[in-house]
């Protein structure tokens, strides 16, 4: 069993910047895919970017170029730079964790933590 607790999220303007960070229970980074997705009201969930166990990064068209997912090992801390917010960015946004399947698009995985919410406002 894995836990995920993200944090960091809150309110800022458009083209602004939000540094996520997901904190798992246990060390997961070097066998699993590590992930973001969000999901904003009445849309729905939408994948953004993800790590693989090889720290190989992949991200959505809709995310490139302005986020960066990292982590950090020794803290088994998850992150997600997000630079050049958008309005259309907004949502909650959740980390996961999963051993297969890891691509920008993915949205289902084995844990996930409970979200931290992201506002942009024009």
């Known amino acids: 069993q894995v836990q995920l607790v993200e944090s960091g999220g809150g309110s800022v303007q458009a083209g602004g910047a939000l540094r996520l960070s997901c904190v798992a229970s246990a060390y997961t980074y070097s066998r699993y895919c590590m992930g973001w997705f969000r999901q904003a009201p009445g849309r729905e969930r939408e994948g953004g970017a993800v790590?693989?166990?090889?720290?190989?990064?992949n991200y959505r068209d809709s995310v490139k170029g302005r986020f960066t997912i990292s982590q950090d090992n020794a803290k088994n801390t998850l992150y997600l730079q997000m630079n050049s917010l958008k309005p259309e960015d907004t949502a909650m946004y959740y980390c996961g964790a999963d051993l297969y399947d890891c691509y920008a698009g993915k949205t289902v995985f084995a844990y996930w933590g409970q979200g931290t919410q992201v506002t942009v406002s024009s």
């Open positions: 790590i693989d166990s090889h720290g190989n990064t």
